[in-house]
């Protein structure tokens, strides 16, 4: 039998414990309420954290800016609590809601948009890796990086692809950006003109690093044949002051036999065989130009490490997905008309049949070969069965 003072010195022990257990308790449920959740929020695409070369101070004077390496595992999409850096915002009982209802209906697509983007980005590794192999840091050069265009408050990075829904996408930026109310309200002359897109190459070399490093890199493709058609339709078949004189008179005085004067003069007329035998030839009479230059050179996509690869062929719903991803608002959606020539009919694979009939199975096998690592990069299927 325990002795009466034993017996008191335990019940004491138990009371003191059972006080100490209360006061945690309530100090914790103190320090709960008083801080904001911080892993939740709206799901983001947060770019890796690529291996970087740490370089002596002399060598950060050269005029290359870090980019990325390749071969390497591909990027993968993360989430992260909100779009805009160091700000970690509370979660209302409402919001909470919408993104619990938002995930249950759209998981099962989401889910599936992200192996797809693995797929790609995996596909673009190996194919770099063929081409590119790399055993050391390359970096990137200004003129490299001229095609990128930045948006800070999401944090994205958008290199233009032209004839791959680059007016459309800048339109996006500008909203993104506040520049503009409404995406319907920005003609093309604005979105492509008024400087109101910063370009990458604009700022200093340690914030282009920066960027580089730690952004949503962006790139959307399209089928290579079909991109060359609609440039060569919207650039050589409707009237164009610029491409009618520089490059229309150009090729016309180059590999048209008998040229009239008038076409001499004005340089329209153009036809498709004719401006891919400028394509195809070494020493063109004038330079290339984006509209028709290769997406690997456009963007350098074995050089810089792309988070997200939409195609132009499921343009709605890759822009879709990654405007939710980066938090973009609801009322931000992406845009499906067409400003330039808008009573033409889109540039289709039939339209691009078309034109392609036009060429010799010589032709197109150039074309094909001109074009060819952007098939491999982003795995498009042969246009034509007699290519190879």
């Known amino acids: 039998m325990m002795p009466p003072h034993s017996l008191l010195c335990s019940l004491w022990c138990v009371l003191l414990l059972g006080v100490g257990s209360l006061l945690l308790l309530v100090h914790l449920q103190h320090l709960t309420d008083s801080v904001p959740q911080q892993n939740t929020g709206v799901p983001v695409l947060e770019a890796p954290e690529w291996p970087m070369e740490k370089l002596p101070v002399a060598a950060r004077q050269v005029n290359d800016i870090p980019a990325g390496l390749f071969p390497m595992s591909p990027p993968i999409l993360r989430l992260c609590s909100d779009p805009l850096v160091g700000i970690q915002q509370p979660v209302t009982k409402r919001r909470r809601k919408q993104l619990l209802k938002s995930a249950l209906s759209g998981g099962e697509e989401s889910l599936q948009q992200r192996r797809t983007q693995e797929s790609r980005r995996h596909l673009l590794t190996a194919t770099c890796s063929r081409f590119h192999p790399v055993h050391s840091i390359q970096r990137a050069t200004l003129q490299q990086v001229s095609r990128i265009y930045v948006e800070d408050r999401y944090r994205l990075l958008y290199c233009e692809v032209p004839k791959a829904a680059c007016s459309n996408w800048k339109r996006v930026l500008m909203m993104l ?3 503009a109310h409404s995406i319907q309200d920005i003609p093309h002359d604005m979105a492509h003109y008024s400087n109101q897109l910063r370009r990458l190459d604009s700022y200093d070399r340690a914030g282009i690093a920066e960027r580089l490093r730690s952004y949503t890199k962006v790139l959307f493709t399209r089928e290579p044949f079909e991109r060359l058609v609609s440039a060569f339709r919207d650039k050589f ?38 401006f891919v035998q400028y394509l195809l030839d070494m020493h063109r009479p004038v330079g290339m130009d984006i509209h028709w230059e290769q997406v690997s050179k456009l963007c350098s996509p074995c050089l ?3 988070n997200f690869i939409g195609k132009f062929e499921s343009l709605e719903e890759d822009a879709n997905f990654l405007l939710h991803s980066i938090g973009a608002p609801d009322n931000i959606t992406f845009p499906d008309f067409k400003d330039r020539n808008p009573l033409e009919e889109r540039t289709s694979s039939r339209i691009t049949r078309e034109y392609f009939s036009q060429l010799n199975g010589t032709e197109r096998q150039k074309v094909f070969e001109f074009y060819y690592r952007d098939y491999l990069m ?11």
């Open 378 to 388: 982003f795995s498009y299927p042969k246009p034509f069965p007699d290519l190879h």
């Open 177 to 179: 950006g506040g520049r």
């Open 304 to 306: 810089i490490p792309y």
């Open 237 to 274: 078949e409707s009237p164009n002051s610029y491409y009618h004189p520089v490059f229309g008179r150009a090729i016309i005085s180059r590999y048209r036999a008998n040229a009239t004067g008038s076409a001499l003069k004005t340089g329209a007329g153009v036809t498709f065989r004719e």
